[in-house]
C-alpha cells in the first residue's frame, strides 16, 4: 500500500507498532556512515541528527512539568481543575513527539515496507538510561573507532568552535578521556542487553558486508546478499564525500578522510603517549593495540 492513499493518522499508527533503534557513539567515529547504511534499507527508516533524546525529550518534560505546577495552583482557575500527567504518564507523550519527528522526515519511503525506525545522534550513548527509559525494548547500535583516530578528526573538524586558549594537545587528553569514560559506561549499562551490539569502525572498511549483514540481522530486516550490496554501494565514502577517493583529505568536510590509522601520521609521539596513558584500560578491553607499552 503506497503512502499516498494511506491517510497521516495511518502512517503514525503504522510507525507506532514498529520496533525502535538508535545509534550512538563518541564524535567522529563512524555514526552518520552507519547511519546511511541503514536509511538506505527499504524495510528501515534512520534519521540523521533530530537530537530528540538530549534536546527534545528535556524539553517536553520541562514543559510537562511547568503545566503540572500551574494545574497545581487552585487560584489559576475558578472550576476544579485537572492533573497534569507525570511519571509513566508522560511516556507515550515521548513516543508520540518521536513518531511525529520521523514522520515528518520520512520522506518517499514506503511505510508499508518499514519494519523498523530509528535515529543516530552520537550523545545517544550519554542518554542510555534516558533511552530505555522510554522504549524498553530499544535496540542499540554502539559505534566505536580507535580513539585515536576520532581525536584527531574531531580536533580538526571542530577546533574553530573551540576556545582559542584551547591547544591542540589539551583537547587529546580531553577526547581520551571522554573517549574511555562514555564507552566504558556504555557497555555496563547494556552488559546484560540482547538489543545491544557494538559495531567498529575498522571492521566496516575491513569487512563491510560481515558488519552489514550482522546490523541487518540484529534489526530483523533482509539481509539478503543483494540488499547488503545496495545499502553499502549507497554509501560509500566516494558518494557521501562527492566524488573524493579515500585518502583525499578534505578538513571542511564532515567526511574528512575516510580511512583507518591516519593518526599514525597526525599526531605527535606526545599526544599517542598521553592518549595511550589515559585510556590505557578501555583500549586493552576493547583490544586496540598501544604504540607505547607500560
Not at 491517510?7 to 545509534?23: A, G, H, Q, R, Y
Request: aromatic share 8%; net charge neutral.
Amino acid at each position: 500500500m503506497s503512502n499516498a492513499i494511506l491517510t497521516e493518522d495511518e502512517v503514525s499508527n503504522k510507525l507506532s507498532n514498529l520496533p525502535v533503534f538508535f545509534i550512538g557513539g563518541l564524535p567522529r567515529s563512524g555514526t552518520t556512515w552507519v547511519q546511511q547504511l541503514l536509511n538506505h534499507h527499504p524495510n528501515l527508516v534512520c534519521l540523521g541528527e533530530s537530537h530528540f533524546v538530549n534536546d527534545l525529550v528535556p524539553n517536553i518534560a520541562t514543559v510537562t512539568n511547568q503545566y503540572r505546577q500551574k494545574r497545581s495552583q487552585n487560584f489559576r482557575t475558578w472550576a476544579p481543575s485537572v492533573k497534569a500527567p507525570e511519571g509513566s504518564l508522560i511516556l507515550p507523550i515521548l513516543r508520540a513527539a518521536f513518531i511525529s519527528i520521523i514522520q515528518a522526515n520520512i520522506g518517499d519511503k514506503n511505510v508499508s515496507e518499514l519494519l523498523a525506525i530509528g535515529e543516530k545522534t552520537p550523545d545517544n550513548i550519554l542518554h542510555l538510561k534516558r533511552i530505555l527509559s522510554i522504549y524498553p525494548n530499544v535496540y542499540f547500535i554502539h559505534v566505536i573507532r580507535d580513539g585515536r583516530d576520532s581525536a584527531i578528526s574531531a580536533y580538526t573538524r571542530f577546533k574553530s568552535k573551540l576556545p582559542k586558549d584551547k591547544i591542540r594537545s589539551e583537547y587529546i587528553k580531553d577526547f581520551a578521556k571522554e573517549w574511555s569514560s562514555r564507552i566504558s559506561i556504555s557497555r555496563e549499562i547494556m552488559r546484560d542487553s540482547q538489543r545491544y551490539i557494538e559495531v567498529r569502525y575498522e571492521d566496516m572498511h575491513e569487512s563491510p558486508e560481515t558488519e552489514v549483514n550482522r546490523m541487518l540481522s540484529f534489526l530483523q530486516v533482509d539481509n539478503s546478499e543483494d540488499c547488503i550490496s545496495k545499502c553499502i554501494n549507497a554509501s560509500t565514502f566516494e558518494s557521501l564525500s562527492g566524488g573524493r577517493k579515500r585518502g583525499e583529505v578534505d578538513n571542511n568536510s564532515h567526511y574528512r578522510r575516510g580511512e583507518i590509522g591516519g593518526w599514525k601520521d597526525s599526531l605527535t609521539e606526545n599526544e599517542v603517549r598521553d592518549f595511550e596513558m589515559i585510556a590505557a584500560e578501555t583500549m586493552r578491553a576493547l583490544g586496540y593495540n598501544r604504540y607505547y607499552k607500560d
